[in-house]
């Protein structure tokens, strides 16, 4: 399991979905005074070097964050993403790029309380030196060296009753998407009103698919949004796209998701397999929700026509840099 450094990915396609998600949320929670916490089962190294030896080495933020640098008229979801983004550049290139700890972090109010759990050693050393860097405070922010999974029982329900909680594995274990599914099912038993984020890979895994539906299982009010940004490999290997399920969301997420996924998908694209999805599910009884008979909403459609790829890109230039001042 030590394989895995999230340094490698970051900035990519998945992570702008995976982010973009969480920060609406956050946003979405401070609209209230009312303190939350924000648990992060699965934390990373929590700000990561784009001009660093492992993001350079894959390049994959070129194919993610870097596209949207520049292009024109990000809609609100993605706009909020970029600002927080920028906020970590402050010289105006994008140099650093923030994991969701650090999303969190910047997010949160002095009341509020982050989570953290993290279990590669290195990446351990590097959170707790970014979040030495960042000023933060042990009252509101801890990182504990063990198994998100095993330590988000013992967190919920929150004291504050508040509390958004992002299950985001590497999945290189393929019992990922059982402690997953196990961790959401356990969690909303200790904390039905809490916010649960998963993230999960469209790889060519049937554990993938099975994970998928049987959250769309669940008995409660959900969000399922998905992108893929280009055909699956033929050996199976890579990442076309990425799925997030978020139960109890915002209720302005789904709007906003309605808005930014055809103009993420138009500036992701890899090629003309790329396509998104965006259901909703109300809880029975529950007033709330797209789908007003309680059922999934089917599937948005792709949107209409394709960006070449071309056009979709920074020009050299604008590379790296928010340009969002
Ligand atoms: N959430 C981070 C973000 O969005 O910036 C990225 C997290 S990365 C996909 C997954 C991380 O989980 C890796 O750093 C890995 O070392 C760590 N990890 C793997 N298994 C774990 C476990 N059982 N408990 C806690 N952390 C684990």
Same mark, same amino acid.
């Given at each position: 399991? /030590?394989? !895995? ?11 702008? $979905? %995976? ?14 005074? =009312? ?5 992060? @089962? ?5 700000? !990561?070097?784009?001009?660093?030896? #492992? ?15 520049? =292009? ?52 351990? &050393?590097?959170?707790?030196?970014? $979040? ?16 998100? /999974? ?5 967190? $919920?329900?929150?004291? @504050? ?12 274990? %393929?019992?990922?998407?059982?402690? @997953?599914?196990?961790?959401? *099912?356990?969690?909303?038993?200790? /904390? ?12 060519? *895994?049937?554990? +993938?698919? &099975? ?16 992108? @893929? ?21 915002? #209720?302005?997420?789904?709007? &906003? ?14 090629? &003309? ?16 929700? =797209?789908?007003?008979?309680? %059922? ?13 790829? +071309? ?7 604008? %590379? *790296?840099?928010?340009? *969002?001042?």
């Amino acid at each position: 399991m /030590f394989s !895995y450094r999230h340094a490698f990915h970051a900035g990519n396609h998945a992570d702008v $979905l %995976k982010h973009a998600i969480l920060v609406q949320i956050l946003d979405y929670f401070n609209r209230k005074d =009312a303190p939350y916490w924000v648990i992060d @089962t699965h934390a990373g190294a929590g700000l !990561y070097a784009l001009d660093g030896e #492992w993001a350079g080495q894959s390049g994959e933020v070129v194919d993610g964050l870097d596209r949207l640098l520049g =292009a024109p008229r990000p809609p609100e979801l993605v706009a909020r993403y970029l600002r927080a983004v920028q906020d970590f550049n402050p010289d105006g290139v994008a140099s650093r790029y923030p994991g969701s700890p650090a999303l969190a972090l910047h997010a949160l109010r002095p009341h509020d309380k982050l989570r953290l759990f993290e279990l590669h050693p290195t990446e351990i &050393e590097v959170l707790e030196s970014t $979040l030495r860097q960042l000023g933060t405070s042990r009252r509101q922010v801890s990182i504990a060296r063990e198994d998100g /999974f095993g330590g988000l029982k013992r967190l $919920l329900p929150p004291p @504050t009753r508040r509390g958004i909680v992002l299950i985001d594995p590497s999945y290189e274990d %393929k019992q990922d998407y059982r402690h @997953t599914l196990q961790a959401v *099912r356990d969690g909303l038993e200790r /904390f039905a009103s809490g916010c649960f984020a998963v993230w999960y890979p469209l790889v060519q *895994r049937v554990q +993938a698919h &099975e994970m998928a539906r049987a959250l769309e299982r669940l008995p409660v009010e959900w969000l399922h949004a998905t992108l @893929t940004v280009r055909k699956p490999s033929a050996d199976g290997l890579g990442l076309h796209g990425s799925g997030m399920f978020v139960i109890n969301p915002p #209720w302005t997420l789904h709007e &906003e998701l309605r808005a930014a996924l055809p103009w993420l998908e138009k500036t992701l694209a890899q090629d &003309e397999h790329a396509r998104h999805t965006l259901q909703t599910h109300a809880a029975a009884g529950s007033p709330a929700g =797209a789908s007003p008979a309680g %059922k999934p909403a089917r599937p948005s459609r792709p949107a209409e026509g394709r960006a070449p790829r +071309a056009a979709t890109r920074p020009a050299p230039a604008q %590379k *790296r840099s928010p340009g *969002r001042k």
